[in-house]
């Protein structure tokens, strides 16, 4: 199985999760922001942090599974596992949320 394989099969239960909860909760634009923000910010730092491991040879990839796309160093299969994270959680944490119930801080504010 190559890592792009393995990478689509990991991300198809956070994009099944997220859509879940887009269709369900119907968020607004702050929500989708905050999640976009979110996932800008795990993507830039894969790129980094995955690109200094890989060059100070923490491991290694077989070349024969990859796309062969990368982000400085960091193979393109690598950055599915913090867009998962990024969809997943947020979405996880809008539907388990009790319907009614306002946004944390603003009870406090009557």
């Known amino acids: 199985m190559t890592y792009a394989a393995l990478a689509l099969v990991f991300l198809a239960v956070p994009v099944a999760i997220a859509a879940l909860a887009a269709t369900v ?3 607004d634009r702050r929500w989708w922001g905050c999640t976009a923000a ?3 910010a795990l ?3 894969t790129a980094v942090f995955d690109s200094l491991m890989i060059a100070a040879d923490l491991f ?3 070349s024969a599974r990859l796309l062969g796309v990368h982000v400085i160093r960091a193979p393109l299969e690598d950055f599915a596992w913090p867009l998962a994270s990024a969809l ?3 979405a996880l944490w809008l539907l388990l949320e ?9 009870e406090q504010r009557s």
């Open 38 to 40: 979110v996932a800008a």
């Open 88 to 90: 997943m959680l947020p």
């Open 98 to 106: 009790r319907p009614g119930r306002a946004p944390s801080g603003e």
């Open 25 to 27: 909760r119907l968020p």
């Open 60 to 62: 290694r990839f077989d």
């Open 43 to 45: 993507l830039v730092m």
